[in-house]
Structures are given as C-alpha cells and as structure tokens.
C-alpha cells in the first residue's frame, strides 16, 4: 500500500519562500505514479496546485501559482518536492500530496477526483 508523508510546512513572512515534501513509501513502483499537491485554507474547499507526471517531463500549475511554484520530483528518493517562493497570505492552508496509479498512461492534471492515495497534510503559513 502506497504511503505518502509530506513535510515542510511552517510559518514564512509575505514575500518569502519555503519547499514542502513528500515522501512515499510502500510495496509500488513510484514512477508509475503521478503526484499532485493540493492545499485547503481554513473555511474553503481544497483546490489543486500542481502536478508532476510519473517520470517529471510534464508539469502543470494553477494560475494562482505559476511563476512562483515549482514541482519536481527525484524517483531515486521517492520524493517530490513543492518550491514555494514569493509566497503570499492567501497560499496558507493545509498542503496535500497526493497520488495517481494512471501516471504511465496520460498527463497530470491537480484535479482531486483522479488521485486515489492522499498524505496527512502539512500545514504552511504566509503571515503578511
């Protein structure tokens, strides 16, 4: 059973940055999977970030992150990585990482519905 475990999260001023992990571990084969991060503020819906393909050719961002986030991944360490940089007060939430069995067959997208394994979540705050 494939387990994920994000860290990293913390508190950051306005402006500065941070990089969230996660780690997986489990009987699987990491790079048939892709991963995606999603994040939930407090009293919102979880939206989707990013998301990386299962050997990391293809990325894809939210508009509210591009530019600022960078998704990358290291299938040696079983580990992708979320750089967080100019962070802003609304990127604060719960940060999830999560992953997709489908990842050799098609292209990522952040969207929830497609992603059957899910971490705990790790919580970062951008104070202004």
């Known amino acids: 059973q494939l387990q994920l475990v994000e860290s990293g999260g913390g508190l950051v001023q306005n402006g500065g940055s941070l990089r969230v992990s996660c780690a997986a571990s489990?009987?699987?084969?990491?790079?048939?999977?892709?991963i995606a991060w999603f994040r939930q503020a407090p009293g919102k819906e979880r939206e989707g970030v990013s998301c990386?393909?299962?050997?990391?050719?293809?990325?894809n961002y939210a508009d509210s992150v591009k530019d600022r986030f960078t998704i990358s991944r290291d299938n040696a360490k079983n580990t992708v990585y979320l750089q967080m940089n100019n962070l802003k007060p609304e990127d604060t939430g719960v940060y999830y990482c999560?992953?997709?069995?489908?990842?050799?067959?098609?292209?990522?997208?952040?969207?929830?519905?497609?992603?059957?394994?899910w971490g705990q979540g790790t919580q970062v705050t951008v104070s202004s």
């Open positions: 990386i393909s299962n050997r990391g050719g293809r990325t």
């Open positions: 999560a992953a997709g069995s489908w990842g050799r067959f098609r292209p990522c997208a952040p969207t929830e519905n497609e992603y059957e394994h």
């Open positions: 489990g009987g699987f084969t990491f790079d048939y999977y892709a």
